[in-house]
């Protein structure tokens, strides 16, 4: 069983920055990615990154150029860096992981955290 701990949500004032971590997998080659669910909405996919790191990663078209997926496997941890924030991303943040590639990174990933709750104030 792979377990996620996300940390690192917050309150943060519009265009704030706040950087998720997610302590993840200590063995295994997997994926990680986010996810975030708004208010009455399904879970819609963030970003993603490969095991082998940001030589491969897919962002969702309303977050590119201002959120940054990282990860630094001796640590098993991955990151989601979130700049110019706006009250839109009030939600929960997700992390997940598994073993199909960025391209195939979907709802139905193997492995949740709990979540982390994001709050960006107008």
């Known amino acids: 069983q792979v377990q996620l701990v996300e940390s690192g949500g917050g309150t943060v004032q519009t265009g704030g920055s706040l950087r998720l971590s997610c302590a993840g997998p200590t063995s295994g080659a997997y994926t990680m990615g986010w996810f975030r669910r708004p208010p009455g909405k399904e879970r819609e996919f963030v970003a993603a990154i490969s095991y082998l790191g940001s030589s491969n990663t897919g962002y969702a078209d309303s977050v590119k150029g201002r959120f940054t997926i990282s990860r630094d496997n001796a640590k098993n941890t991955a990151y989601l860096q979130m700049d110019s924030l706006q009250p839109e991303a009030t939600t929960v943040f997700s992390c997940?992981?598994?073993?199909?590639?960025?391209?195939?990174?979907?709802?139905?990933?193997?492995?949740w955290g709990q979540g982390t709750q994001v709050t960006v104030s107008s």
């Open positions: 997940a992981a598994d073993s199909r590639a960025v391209g195939k990174f979907s709802r139905s990933a193997a492995f």
